[in-house]
């Protein structure tokens, strides 16, 4: 699981990789399907996450007879959540189970998410350190939803700059 939650959004870094020449090549011929079915699965997820937020703004607009208010109220929301939930929350996790300062916390966030993924702090490597047997999924869970949710943010500062 944690292996294709950073194979498979191209994160890439570099603690994870096969070492025997099967092992490449099942590599290569997983990723030439994986990679399209997990823009289609992250795609998914946005579009949930986009209905949701839709959803919530038309039930305002039903119940306040707010127009453009509910959508831009519910935009701000669901901004907000999401850069608690996925941006400015888990450093403090990270600070914890990791002991890295909340700035190197951000930028791990911000470089995961973005699918930059440098490898220069990976979670979970320390060997100096005891994890929880929970920690990694969690972690790729929130790689998950959290890359879904930046894309969404991508898409619609893309349609307010068109």
Not at 67 to 72: F, N, P, R, V, Y
């Amino acid at each position: 699981f944690r292996f294709n939650t950073s194979f498979l959004p191209c994160l890439g870094y570099g603690n994870l990789s096969p070492s025997t020449v099967a092992g490449r090549i099942f590599c290569i011929l997983f990723a030439l399907f994986g990679i399209p079915l997990n823009l289609v699965l992250l795609n998914e997820i946005g579009q949930l996450m986009l209905l949701g937020v839709q959803h919530c703004a038309h039930r305002l607009e039903e119940v306040f007879h707010w127009q453009k208010k509910a959508s831009l109220l519910i935009k701000t929301c669901a901004l907000v959540t999401g850069l608690l939930l996925f941006l400015l929350l888990p450093p403090l996790l990270f600070s914890d189970k990791e002991g890295w300062s909340y700035e190197e916390g951000f930028y791990y966030s911000f470089v995961t998410l973005s699918t930059i993924g440098f490898g220069d702090y990976v979670i979970g490597m320390n060997p100096d350190r005891t994890y929880p047997g929970w920690y990694k999924n969690v972690i790729s869970l929130w790689i998950l939803f959290g890359m879904a949710w930046l894309a969404l943010v991508i898409k619609f500062c893309i349609n307010f700059l068109e």
